[in-house]
């Protein structure tokens, strides 16, 4: 995703292929069950996913308010620095409500 965000910002690719792909990744993200992500998403998956959304200020609420509450099931010691500013980066840049970061 952070690649297809650069290829965005060089305007080597255009948005509208580019926002298929965050498309899709919004629906297979949100098909999954809050409660049943271990194994498919740690926290650097969910950085790199909110970062790229950031980058390309994509602006899926329903998208965030799923990682929102998938991030909050997941223990702190399983964050590192970059995973924890790259997600409230992504969460105050896209404007998420407060109550949801």
Known sequence: L???ARLLELQLAPRA???QVFDYVSKVVR????YMYEGLYDA???AIIC???ARI???DQELLLHLSLIIQQIHPDQFDVQA???IVNAFVKLD??????
């Open 2 to 4: 952070n690649g297809l």
């Open 17 to 19: 292929v580019v926002e």
């Open 31 to 34: 098909s999954t069950e809050i």
């Open 44 to 46: 650097q998956n969910l």
């Open 51 to 53: 970062n790229a959304m």
């Open 57 to 59: 200020d994509y602006d």
């Open 84 to 86: 924890v500013s790259n």
């Open 96 to 101: 998420v409500e407060p109550q949801v970061r």
